[in-house]
């Protein structure tokens, strides 16, 4: 098993991997913040390919082949467990050769050919719960992924459509999700997201990321989910909702800091 109960989960890294002058200097903060706190369990993450744009314009990123070469020397160089997206069946069985965790995004958790596909690598999964669907149908999300054989599975809370261009986290959707299964994860980097708000992109309201993560966890999350970027006006994708490097141990840190007290009080 990945996940560890007794350390506080970390997935961590920027929304696309762009390239290695974005993605190894975010790893090797993200190496060092994992040997300075033991009780912290990172896995870095980015993706290869940013399916999902608002506009047929913008940047999906360096691909599943580059990618993966990226995301193998990111492993090499911290030894740091791996995650990206997959948005094909066909894609799985080739990042699972390379990554420890697959991720379904959001918008694709209810396709089953694609959870199926995932469970069947024998690699961990972390679906997004859907921002369409209730927390306790994440339930059926799960069953796919370990149709072919028991399969390592974790749910991330995201938000939900709230209108028009705007999301709402709701707290109660990790105690719900929490009776599925274990760990439960926050992502606070797309819980403050504006879908579709920049004119053709999406927007996000970063000053509310600290807000969400420690509401998350103080709901019972086992672990944060956060984008993390050197230059976030300059990334390719999410620019308006990933949480600075310079300021990211800080942030972490604090997390770290109300989940152990947390689990004190237990």
Not at 112 to 137: E, M, S, W, Y
Not at 201 to 217: C, D, F, H, L
Request: proline share 7%.
């Amino acid at each position: 098993m990945l996940y560890q109960p007794d350390r506080f989960l970390v997935i961590a890294g920027p929304c696309s991997l762009e390239g290695p002058e974005v993605a190894l200097p975010v790893a090797e903060v993200l190496a060092q913040i994992q040997q300075d706190y033991p009780e912290i369990q990172v896995i870095f993450k980015g993706s290869f390919d940013k399916a999902n744009r608002t506009s047929s314009n913008s940047n999906r990123g360096p691909g599943q082949e580059e990618g993966l070469k990226l995301l193998q020397k990111v492993k090499e160089n911290t030894a740091l467990p791996v995650l990206t997206d997959i948005h094909l069946p066909s894609q799985a069985g080739p990042v699972g050769e390379v990554c420890d965790v697959l991720q379904i995004p959001a918008f694709l958790c209810r396709q089953t050919d694609l959870l199926v596909a995932a469970g069947a690598t024998g690699r961990a999964v972390n679906i997004k719960k859907g921002q369409f669907l209730a927390p306790a149908d994440m339930k059926f999300a799960v069953d796919k992924t370990s149709s072919k054989q028991p399969v390592e599975t974790w749910l991330t809370e995201r938000g939900t459509t709230f209108g028009y261009g705007n999301l709402v986290v709701d707290s109660r959707s990790i105690v719900i999700m929490k009776e599925i299964l274990s760990p439960i994860i926050i992502d606070a980097s797309h819980g403050v997201q504006l879908p579709g708000a920049g004119g053709g992109k999406s927007a996000g309201q970063r000053e509310y990321i600290p807000t969400i993560a420690k509401v998350g966890i103080t709901a019972g999350a086992d672990g944060l989910f956060l984008e993390t970027h050197p230059s976030p006006k300059d990334a390719i994708s999410d620019a308006d909702s990933q949480w600075p490097l310079q300021q990211f141990r800080e942030l972490v840190c604090k997390c770290l800091k109300l989940w152990n007290f947390l689990k004190e009080a237990e």
